[in-house]
């Protein structure tokens, strides 16, 4: 078995799930592991809102399966390309536009079975939502980049297709767009995602047929122009505003951030807490504003793969990270680098 | 033998005396009967004191204590309210006992953002009253939320019967901040929905005091839903309520709450306050659907239907707010009514997938029948976590030993169905053998490591949460392991 033979020699390893999300993070040499056969459904329960699948599982068939009993991964996340699997999503973290109401990718993880970089299975949490027996391990491996573990099998709590969702939208300058939004919110509105592009607030209401008809109606938008497919091409960065070669940063900011007005162009999702940016200022700029507002900015798409992508993180939690690296992957040989340099 | 005795007299009194330079009098308590209170968490069975308790009131104080306990090498335990249910928070003989409890300010309600920055003393129920004239609410809602800290929330990842909806506290914070064993500041977040780095949000989630000392929490705050109803159904048939659990998760429907309880405990509840529970029924399913009018009326017609065609012998939907409180004060109030049936009980937290319910009840009882103690059960039905409690009296000889007995088969039950030791009460001294069931050495040793990276010198809660492998070689041959088979496939890797 590879792994153990990398392991053994200390050669770096660069995993490869379907290479859809290999534009995401620094780069990192090694030979490459490949874990993308690894596929299949291991089980799946509707009722228990459980799915066990293997991390090459493709996720557009997992999301069919799901699908076929009326359920969905309710972070809703991104494919970037059709070779998406599941442990690619779960080892990049990213969650799609309804994370703001429904949770991140990391809170639907229930469990992880993975190798550390010394070739050792370990089975972390598991098929329930209530555990908490020994640390967090199963998180604190989601969105590690796979620097810390290779993901053989996931846990994945799922939840119900809502019974209806309609995608709506006004025009909104975005201070306003956020204004309307934190009202909506404070009331309970059944918002699934919400998104300002400069001109219009664009909203996906999600629940109960009676519940979103009556919301929809008292909020008086106007139909979005491209009803629900307009947030799937969010999600895969198909829109317009993500066309084209230049830098494509995203800040994170703590939800009630006002508007930041970011140099260069930029689309607001999560309600106003992730921004995206295309802009072809210094790292220093956008990565001084995220701060300034307690958040913090990747480069995202189109930045230099050796250089700093994630932001930079304070000393004292980038010495923890890196023993935290050493207590999984000692001869640091699992995607060394990929987040930052040398972890 | 006699000169380390000595040594660590003397240490002892240096440590002390130092104490008494950076503290205030009154938050250092170094008397047998001033430390009494501190001796045990909710988990009276295990008792110990320490060489002292502290109880600073600021930041600073807490840092200048964990510096100083750097410098003399000692240990120190974390303490919130102490209602721990594992003896997270049971004291070390030989150390300082770090009890947060005067840490107990809301420094921070941003309405607009939803957010509370918060002190780890402050009670879980002070929070929900703070954010409540604004309309929010802190979701995760422990039992113990009159008293329990949001420290202790986070260091337990508590629950409450609404986190099948709304999540454990995990799901519900944004941000920390912790001193590290040397003292010194990390912040984990800092109010937006991701950090850089690893997400070691989430792992101090449930960290046990283990990891760090965390000095200020971030919670998010929800808006209040517009209404919120309680539906009561009675069953002939453990299984067929069992069933109904399944059905409506498997309907689509995520109801707020959904709890169960058996006829031992219907019957203890009603004993106790006359809730209106139906005391013929084997069974008693609890369900709160919450939201918006049209949302409730909807998901309350669904789960009633489907519990009549689980044959529900009883049925009954509350009317207004009123009655929907009486109908879970019954309850909230199942362990004090549980407690009237006997000198002692025990409350196990294990969880199962959720359609294992009717067979592993099933096998409780088989095995209440055989260690001889009677057993009831109320739980979390919605999410699998089991809190069956077992009867006993401890001035009888040996009872105790059985019910331990009784704990770990019921426990190595849960985990060979696929489940976990502890759903939300955590393993603190009590649960590290059911670990050595549930993690292999090589997990262990992952485990040991990710402590070691935080706490190399493992001056923090030493002892607790992850059992050392010796203990589990000692024991002998305990893996379980959900009789699951290791991969075959992996070969191919
Ligand atoms: C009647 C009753 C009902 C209960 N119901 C529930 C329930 O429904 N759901 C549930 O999940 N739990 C429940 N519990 C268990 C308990 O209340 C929770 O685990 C609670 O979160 C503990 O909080 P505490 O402040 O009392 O923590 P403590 O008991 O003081 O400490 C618990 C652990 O956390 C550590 N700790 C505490 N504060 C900090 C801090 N600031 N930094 C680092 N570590 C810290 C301690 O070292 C210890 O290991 C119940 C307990 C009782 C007695």
Redesign the pocket.
């Known amino acids: 078995m590879q792994l153990r033979e990398a392991c053994a020699s200390g050669r770096a390893v660069r995993i490869e799930g379907g290479g859809s999300k290999s534009f995401y993070g620094r780069q990192t040499r090694g030979e490459a592991l490949r874990v993308g056969s690894y596929q299949g459904i291991v089980s799946y329960r509707p009722e228990e809102l459980v799915v066990v699948a293997r991390a090459g599982t493709s996720l557009a068939e997992l999301e069919q399966v799901l699908a076929d009993k009326g359920q969905m991964l309710a972070f809703e996340p991104p494919h970037f390309g059709p070779g998406a699997t599941l442990g690619g999503t779960v080892a990049c973290g990213l969650s799609g536009p309804r994370r703001p109401y429904a949770g991140a990718c990391r809170d639907f993880v229930l469990g992880v079975h993975c190798l550390n970089g010394r070739g050792e299975e370990l089975r972390c949490g598991g098929q329930v939502l209530k555990n908490v027996a020994g640390y967090d391990l199963s998180r604190l491996l989601t969105g590690s980049l796979g620097t810390l573990g290779v993901l053989l099998e996931l846990s994945i709590r799922v939840l119900p297709v809502p019974e209806m969702e309609v995608s709506l939208r006004r025009p909104a300058r975005p201070p306003q767009a956020l204004e309307l939004l934190r009202t909506w919110e404070a009331r309970g509105a059944p918002l699934s995602a919400a998104v300002i592009d400069g001109e219009y607030l664009n909203v996906r209401l999600s629940g109960v047929a009676r519940l979103v008809d009556s919301v929809a109606t008292r909020l008086g938008l106007e139909r979005h122009p491209d009803g629900l497919r307009y947030w799937s091409e969010l999600r895969e960065q198909r829109l317009p505003f993500f066309a084209g070669e230049q830098a494509l940063w995203r800040l994170a900011v703590p939800p009630g951030t006002p508007f930041l007005s970011p140099p260069g162009k930029c689309l607001l999702d999560w309600g106003g807490s992730q921004y995206w940016i295309r802009s072809a200022v210094t790292p220093r700029v956008l990565r001084a504003l995220a701060e300034k507002e307690h958040g913090h900015a990747t480069l995202f798409r189109g930045g230099n793969a050796r250089g700093e992508l994630f932001h930079p993180l304070p000393s004292r939690l980038a010495a923890l990270h890196s023993r935290i690296k050493d207590a999984f992957d000692g001869q640091r040989i699992l995607n060394r680098g990929a987040m930052y340099p040398g972890l | 033998m006699v000169a380390q005795l000595s040594s660590s007299v003397s240490r002892g009194r240096e440590l002390l005396r130092r104490l008494a330079e950076i503290l205030p009098a009154e938050a250092l308590i170094s008397d047998r009967e001033g430390m009494r209170p501190y001796e045990c968490?909710?988990l009276t069975a295990y008792r110990r004191l320490p060489l002292c308790v502290v109880l600073p009131d600021t930041v600073e104080q807490v840092r200048a204590v964990l510096r100083l306990c750097r410098e003399l090498e000692t240990v120190v335990?974390?303490?919130?309210?102490?209602?721990?249910?594992?003896g997270?928070?049971l004291p070390h003989a030989e150390g300082v006992l770090l009890g947060?409890s005067r840490?107990n300010r809301i420094l921070e309600l941003d309405v607009r953002a939803r957010l509370a920055r918060v002190q780890?003393?402050v009670s879980?129920l002070a929070l929900s009253e703070a954010a409540a004239p604004h309309g929010l609410f802190y979701a995760?809602?422990?039992?113990?939320?009159v008293?329990?800290?949001?420290?202790?929330?986070?260091?337990?990842?508590?629950?409450?019967?609404h986190c099948l909806k709304y999540g454990?506290?995990v799901h519900n914070i944004q941000a920390l901040k912790?001193l590290d064993c040397d003292g010194e500041t990390l912040e984990l977040g800092r109010g937006a929905l991701d950090q850089a780095g690893y997400d070691l949000l989430a792992l101090l989630c449930g960290?046990?005091?283990?990891?760090?000392?965390?000095?200020e929490i971030t919670v998010r705050l929800l808006p209040r839903p517009a209404c919120s109803r309680v539906l009561l159904a009675g069953f002939g048939h453990v299984g067929d309520a069992a069933r109904a659990v399944a059905d409506v998760i498997g309907a689509g429907i995520i109801p707020a709450g959904l709890e169960m309880m058996d006829q031992g405990c219907i019957q203890a509840v009603e004993a106790y306050m006359q809730a209106g529970y139906p005391t013929e029924a084997a069974a008693l399913l609890l369900c709160e659907i919450d939201g918006e009018e049209e949302e409730v009326e909807s998901g309350l017609q669904h789960v009633a239907d489907i519990f009549r065609k689980r044959r529900a012998t009883s049925l009954r939907t509350a009317r207004d707010a009123a009655e929907s409180a009486r109908m879970w004060a019954g309850r909230k109030a199942a362990?004090p009514a549980v407690g009237r049936l006997a000198p002692d009980y025990y409350c196990l937290d294990g969880t199962i997938p959720r359609h294992r319910l009717g067979a592993v009840l099933e096998r409780i009882a088989e095995l209440s029948r055989l260690y001889d103690l009677r057993v009831v059960n109320v739980f979390?039905a919605g999410d699998g976590n089991l809190h069956p409690l077992v009867l006993y009296d401890n001035q009888r000889p040996g009872e105790l030993q059985r019910v331990e007995e009784l704990g770990k088969r019921i426990l190595e039950l849960c985990v060979a169905e696929g489940g976990t030791v502890t759903?939300?009460?955590?393993v603190?001294v009590e649960k590290l053998d059911p670990m050595c069931s549930q993690f292999s050495p090589v997990e262990l040793a992952q485990l040991h490591a990710v402590k070691q990276a935080f706490d190399p010198a493992g001056r923090l809660?030493p002892g607790?949460?992850v059992p050392l492998l010796r203990r589990c070689v000692e024991l002998g041959g305990m893996h379980v392991h959900g009789g699951r088979v290791p991969f075959p496939e992996l070969e191919r890797l």
């Open positions: 968490d909710g335990v974390t303490r919130g309210a102490g209602t721990g249910l594992s997270g928070a947060l840490l780890p003393g879980n995760p809602d422990p039992s113990s939320q008293i329990c800290s949001i420290g202790g929330n986070v260091a337990e990842n508590s629950g409450g019967v454990l506290t912790l960290s046990e005091g283990m990891l760090g000392v965390i000095v362990f979390h759903g939300e009460h955590g603190g809660n607790k949460a």
